[in-house]
């Protein structure tokens, strides 16, 4: 039985995540609301002309349709006469009179605003405009689900059921997607395992568990601190209730035979059948658990592409020309960027998966890499079984103990014998991190290793990554794991590479400053830019009228800074004050007589020498920055 007695209600802006394990009925819970499957008991109400978008982790093969069209056919109709006007707007077909009908009736229903809106969408999912004409079957399946996602969010239905919607996003196009659903009107229903995502959209968690629907308010990791308290106080309880039981229990044993205690005894029976039994706690979910093996410490210099080139078959425009890169022992370095800029080609280039043109790639001493591919079945062989591929390793090492590997990746008793090509896609990735712990690397490079896998096996992932000793070069789109692993991330654009040496935050903090910068350029621009082809007269009004506003920002900026430093000031005077008075009642005897008082005014003292260090080296810090404002002007 998956669901027993549940009830649910979804409201108008609600965003629910949907958590429980595998198999625990997350998307037979969508099939119910759909209407694709009927509860054997029980309703599912719908308000009248309400909505539905459903997004499921596999699509159906895209058709005929060009990506825009996909994109745009927020009905069936508009699909059709989107189709019929294809060929006349690209003056292939003449104009006929069912032509100008479908034109018409395109107008009536606001073709061009859906169309003008499914560009943006598609945008911002990382789509060129040069994608909007291409046929979509020519797209992998990752582009199509993003192009059906597109018409999902075009057509902005009442309820949203996403299932794993993330999974096919690189991170620039996840990030876009997560703030389009900040500002969503309708509801949203997800699934998903990537913690960030949740933590940054959801308002409400719910949880599948023994049959049941358990809703807990917040968003992820708030549901995680409820339910182990949930969890602690239900085993207290239960553990309680059957101390009792057993209490009961041995006193009917032992004189139910007694005359003179039988109804006692029967009693106690009795009592036991009355009780509301606390159902017994379930057992944990089983989850991997590993750690890399330490192989043989590296040189500090770990890998380095020397003026590399490269392009793929066909391609007149390499993806890297004159490309440097090297990595050193103990750096994990996230690659970003968007999609297509040739993150996966620089680390199947570092992995010697593909071969340059021209320059070199070199590995340092003692250097022993793992590649483990976006697509696991690259690093697969299909015909095998689990326990042949995991067998198939340079190490020598016997049947029992990779038997045992494979265990802890939840591969046990006959599942060792399963083909490689009926793996579900988590399973594939549980198997290739078996491969790489059977031949461990000093180098681990890494295409996106959370793909599939569900949270409790990332967490899993993520702590042996930790204790990692090598050096890791990896690309995800899993913000949570990013923020957890990395300490220099690389910028990946147009074939050039940035550094920014320190964790995800600083590349983050160091763009969005380098992004204001050149917007407050660009806003001073236009003022000088029409000074260009003007009178003489009119030159100079200009000039003077940009000279204006230069001073009157300086000056706002002058006087903002004024304030700051007075409301330092002013604050630093009042902490000051209660420091000398704390200082006076402590300096009196009496203080002494109740310790909890003198307890508060150590604690309130000490924390109040703190904020002083800090405010004081604020102060000074404004205090310069205003008195170079002052003597510039």
């Known amino acids: ?37 009927t509860p054997d008991t029980g309703d599912i109400t719908l308000p009248r002309g309400m909505t539905i978008g459903y997004l499921p982790q596999e699509s159906e093969p895209a058709g005929n ?24 707007e690209a003056g292939h077909d003449a104009e006929l009179p069912e032509t100008a009908a479908a034109r018409k009736r395109f107008d009536e229903l606001d073709g061009h605003r859906v ?23 020519e797209m992998s399946g990752g582009w199509v689900m993003r192009a059906h996602l597109a018409r999902l ?4 239905p009442d309820l949203l059921l996403l299932d794993e919607p993330t999974n096919h996003l690189d991170l620039d196009a996840l990030l876009w997607f997560q703030d389009y659903l900040k500002a969503y009107p309708g509801a949203i229903l997800l699934i998903s395992h990537d913690r960030e995502f949740l933590n940054q959209l959801v308002g409400s968690v719910v949880e599948i568990r023994q049959a049941r629907l358990v809703r807990y308010p917040g968003n992820y990791d708030a549901y995680l601190q409820q339910r182990a308290a949930n969890e602690e106080q239900l085993i207290a309880a239960w553990k309680s209730q059957q101390r009792e039981i057993a209490r009961l229990q041995a006193f009917a ?35 991997i658990g590993f750690v890399f093996p330490q192989a043989h410490r590296s040189g500090l210099k770990v890998v380095a592409l020397e003026q590399v080139r490269f392009a793929y078959d066909g391609q007149a425009t390499p993806v890297y020309a004159g490309l440097d890169f090297h990595a050193e022992r103990g750096q994990r370095t996230v690659l970003v960027g968007p999609n297509g800029a040739g993150k996966s080609t620089l680390l199947k280039l570092l992995a010697g998966v593909v071969k340059p043109q021209a320059g070199a790639r070199r590995l340092g001493h003692n250097v022993k890499d793992g590649y483990y591919s976006q697509y696991r079945i690259e690093m ?10 995991a067998l198939e390793t340079p190490q020598r090492v016997t049947e029992t103990f990779v038997r045992t590997v494979l265990g802890s990746f939840l591969f046990r008793g006959d599942d060792v ?41 990332t967490d899993a992932l993520l702590d042996a990554l930790r204790q990692f000793a090598g050096t ?3 690309i995800s789109h899993d913000v949570y794991f990013i923020r957890e692993l990395a300490n220099h991330a690389v910028h990946v654009r147009d074939g050039r590479l940035r550094h920014f040496p320190g964790g995800y935050q600083y590349y983050l903090d160091k763009t969005a400053a380098e992004a204001t910068a050149a917007a407050a350029h660009a806003s001073r621009q236009p003022a000088a830019s029409r000074m260009v082809g003007e009178s003489p007269v009119a030159k100079a009004r200009a000039q003077k009228r940009l000279e204006a506003e230069q001073r009157q920002a300086r000056s706002r900026e002058r006087r903002e800074q004024q304030q700051l430093v007075h409301r330092l000031e002013t604050e630093i005077h009042q902490l000051e004050t209660r420091q000398a008075e704390i200082t006076r009642e402590m300096e009196d005897p009496a203080t002494y007589q109740d310790s909890r008082r003198v307890m508060e005014l150590n604690r309130e003292f000490v924390e109040g020498c703190q904020r002083l260090e800090a405010l004081n080296a604020e102060w000074e810090a404004a205090a310069t920055r205003l008195a170079a404002m002052q003597a510039s002007d």
Not at 116 to 127: D, H, M, N
Not at 259 to 285: C, F, G, H, V, Y
């Open 472 to 474: 890791l070069i990896f």
């Open 253 to 287: 044993d032992r004189f139910r035979a007694k005359n003179t205690k039988a109804a006692q005894a029967q009693s106690k029976l009795k009592q036991i059948e009355r009780m509301d039994k606390i159902e017994a706690p379930a057992a944990a979910e089983a989850t």
């Open 65 to 88: 349709e060009t990506v825009l069209e996909l994109a745009a056919a927020t009905t069936s109709e508009m699909a059709v006469l989107r189709q019929c006007l294809r060929g006349v």
């Open 417 to 457: 014998f399963k083909q490689v090509s009926v793996l579900s896609g988590g399973e594939k990735s549980r198997l290739a991190l078996v491969k790489l712990l059977l031949d461990p690397p000093n180098l681990l490079l890494m295409d996106e290793p959370t793909t599939h896998l569900d949270i409790a096996s």
């Open 153 to 156: 969010l075009t057509l902005e």
């Open 380 to 389: 697969l062989h299909p015909e095998r079984t689990v326990l042949e591929e």
């Open 115 to 137: 169309e003008a809106k499914a560009k943006q969408i598609l945008r911002g999912l990382s789509f060129r405009e040069s994608d909007f004409a291409r046929p979509a079957r």
């Open 1 to 37: 039985m998956l669901f027993a007695d549940v009830t649910l209600q979804v409201n108008r802006g609600d965003r629910v995540g949907l958590v429980g394990p595998n198999g625990a009925g997350k998307s037979t819970l969508f099939e119910l609301i759909l209407g694709r499957e």
